[in-house]
Every structure is written in C-alpha cells, then in structure tokens.
C-alpha cells in the first residue's frame, strides 16, 4: 500500500474515534453550552471522515476503519468514567486526553509519511488543527 493510502486510512480512523467517541459523550452530557461546543467538534470529525472516503473512492480504495476493539474499550471506558464523574469538567478532561493522543499520532504520521500528496497533507493537518481547536473550546470547562 503507498503512503498517500496509508496515511488517508490513518486519517479517517482518527477522525473516526473522534466522532465516535463524541456520540458517545454526547448521551451522558447534561450542560447545553457544552453539547453544543461538542457538537461542532462532531461535525468537524464528520467532515473529514467524509472527506477521507471521497479522496480513497477517487483512488478506487475503500477506507479502513478502526477495529472493534478500540470503540468497545472507548465505550466501556466513557461509561465508567461518567459513573463516576458525569461533570462537563470531568467530561472536557476526558475529551482533551483524547485529542491530545491524537495530536501526537497525527504529528508521528505527519513526519513518517512525508512523500504523501498536498492533497493529503492538509487534510491530516486540518484534523491536527481540529484536535488543536478542540482542546482550547473545552479549556474553559475544566
């Protein structure tokens, strides 16, 4: 598989997490400000995922999505940690631990697959941007 595809797939799976984990949140928040903040953080996910899957269909290339796994271990993990604590505070920590893991995968993926098309490049560095933003609109929840 070459590089643009890797990183195309590596996109649309962090995206992927990110809207799934979103939704997810979304059933246990509370606060209306704050489900609103995080419903723009879903669209956001959503555009990229949907822009992965046109660029991957124009290369005859489905896209990979995340395994199982991970969404299962995401879900049970969200779940207990608002059994816990349901707070937007504790909710935004949650999120920020998340798009900061994604910050740095994406980085990594940036400096690995450096022969990938423009094309490609400013998509993973939008969702870098995204991850970015997320952070500093959850900050004030904390």
């Known amino acids: 598989m070459n590089e643009n595809i890797e990183m195309l797939n590596y996109v649309y ?48 290339k489905l896209p990979k999505g995340t395994d199982a796994m991970p969404k299962i271990l ?4 969200i779940k207990f940690n608002t059994l816990k604590d349901d707070t937007s505070s504790h909710i935004a920590e949650i999120i920020i631990r998340g798009s900061t893991m994604g910050i740095t995968d994406i980085t990594r ?18 969702l870098l941007k995204i991850e970015q933003d ?9």
Not at 29 to 51: G, S
Not at 74 to 77: G, L
Not at 118 to 124: E, Y
């Open 74 to 77: 995401s879900y049970f993990e």
């Open 13 to 60: 799976q962090n995206a992927e997490m990110g809207r799934t984990t979103i939704e997810q949140i979304l059933k246990e928040v509370k606060h209306l400000e704050f489900r609103d903040v995080l419903k723009e953080q879903l669209n956001d996910y959503v555009y990229v995922i949907n822009k992965c899957d046109s660029i991957l269909n124009e290369e005859g």
């Open 134 to 142: 997320n952070i500093e609109a959850l900050k004030p929840y904390l």
């Open 109 to 126: 993926n940036l400096n690995k697959y450096n022969h990938v098309n423009n094309n490609t490049k400013d998509l993973a560095s939008r």
